[in-house]
């Protein structure tokens, strides 16, 4: 019995020094997020500077973009740490001598769902951009929204869409 209750102690302290943990990743990551006023500068080919002048926004529309995304950030920040800290649960699954294959299922389960919830936050994201946009600007938006939600590279498949080369050439 006493073994019983040892076994128990230890899951029950490796439990809460995992919700310690994350707790903590939680709060250092929403602090890191409110205390950045300033919006990082990228690149003009990708991200915000993309944006900004693919859409040839104004400084009003440039200070409200900058609150949307910020918003966004905010609210994707803590759902990819989880996504992050889920992954990391499977990996110790799998690699455990006896994984369980109800607790992994349960595990991807709740990665789609988070998945799905980033992509239900992004859409009310690039509805909100739309919202501060001319109409002339709202023609050019809807063209960046493929690049935007990268749908190009969804159907490649394997390396790019170089999928099943080994079975021409191994060494590809």
């Not at 019995?1 to 939680?26: G, H, R």
């Not at 926004?57 to 949307?68: A, K, P, R």
């Not at 349960?106 to 992509?119: D, P, W």
């Amino acid at each position: 019995m006493e073994k019983k209750y040892k076994i128990w102690i230890w899951i029950l302290l490796s439990v809460i020094i995992a919700l310690i943990v994350a707790f903590i990743t939680l709060y250092a990551r929403t602090q890191r997020i409110s205390t950045d006023s300033t919006p990082i500068e990228r690149p003009l080919g990708q991200g915000r500077g993309m944006v900004i002048q693919y859409l040839q926004l104004d400084e009003n529309q440039i200070n409200q973009y900058d609150q949307i995304r910020h918003q966004y950030n905010a609210q994707i920040a803590s759902i990819r740490d989880s996504i992050l800290y889920i992954r990391k649960t499977m990996i110790q699954e799998l690699k455990s001598d006896t994984p369980d294959t109800l607790k992994l299922n349960f595990l991807a389960t709740e990665v789609g769902r988070l998945e799905g919830r980033i992509n239900i936050v992004m859409n009310h994201h690039l509805l909100k951009l739309k919202q501060i946009c001319r109409p002339n600007q709202c023609i050019l938006l809807d063209s960046l929204y493929e690049r935007m939600l990268n749908t190009s590279k969804l159907h490649q498949g394997m390396k790019g869409g170089k999928g099943y080369r080994h079975r021409r050439n191994p060494y590809n």
